[in-house]
């Protein structure tokens, strides 16, 4: 896959991931809540499901440009995506197969989502591949997340209601809006092979001087 279509594939999967994951959440909850509609909850799991495949697709197909910039931090993207995919799956079939759901399982989703967003926004931001005000919303976004899941479990509020879905906002606006659209404009700002100073930055490493030695 090109740089552009691999662009244009991760925009639309940011998309259908959010889409699916918000209908399926909807629809498991309302079983939580008391509708006792085993085909929705079997519909929601399912819907879940391929969120969470569509969440592992992101991560593999970005670690193949971000592994250019820092191939080591890069690689925990796909790794973090997949324990987020883990943790949904499971959660989601506990649910199907107990018909009772396994306490505070979106705040347990969130934290492989969070960690692993911020690896991603902080490339993103790095490398400018996109304009960093984009990889900036996106990193305030996870941060907001990650720090909404102990305040969660402590009391201090509730990120499904109220003023705690405002920690939602930011990196819901960034998956499911912003990047996207930015991606099926113009996709990745991908260093030329003659520039390689970009890369470098985000590796720690020096760009070698263009100056000889002194005489």
């Given amino acids: 896959m090109t740089p552009r279509t691999i662009a244009v594939t991760v925009g639309a999967l940011f998309i259908f991931q959010m889409v699916s994951a918000m209908i399926g959440t909807t629809l498991t909850q309302a079983f939580i809540d008391g509708n006792p509609d085993k085909t929705a909850l079997t519909t929601g799991v399912a819907l879940m499901i391929c969120s969470g495949l569509a969440v592992v697709a992101i991560g593999l197909l970005m670690y193949r440009i971000l592994k250019g910039f820092n191939q080591k931090l890069a690689l925990w993207y796909p790794v973090m995506r997949v324990i987020e995919f883990a943790v949904s799956v499971t959660c989601s079939i506990y649910l199907l197969t107990q018909l009772h759901a396994v306490p505070n399982t979106m705040l347990w989703v969130y934290i492989p989502t969070a960690i692993g967003g911020l690896v991603f926004t902080y490339l993103l931001f790095a490398s400018r591949i996109v304009p960093q005000p984009i990889a900036a919303l996106g990193l305030i ?37 912003v990047l996207p659209i930015w991606l099926f404009a113009k996709g990745f700002t991908l260093p030329q092979p003659s520039q390689p100073a970009r890369a470098n930055a985000i590796r720690g490493e020096q760009t070698p001087s263009r100056t000889g030695p002194s005489a």
């Avoid at 990650?146 to 939602?168: E, N, Q, R, S, T």
């Fill in 141 to 177: 976004g996870y941060a907001l997340l990650l720090l909404g899941v102990p305040l969660d479990l402590l009391g201090v509020l509730d990120m499904d209601a109220g003023a705690g879905m405002l920690l939602l906002a930011p990196g819901g606006l960034f998956e499911v809006l």
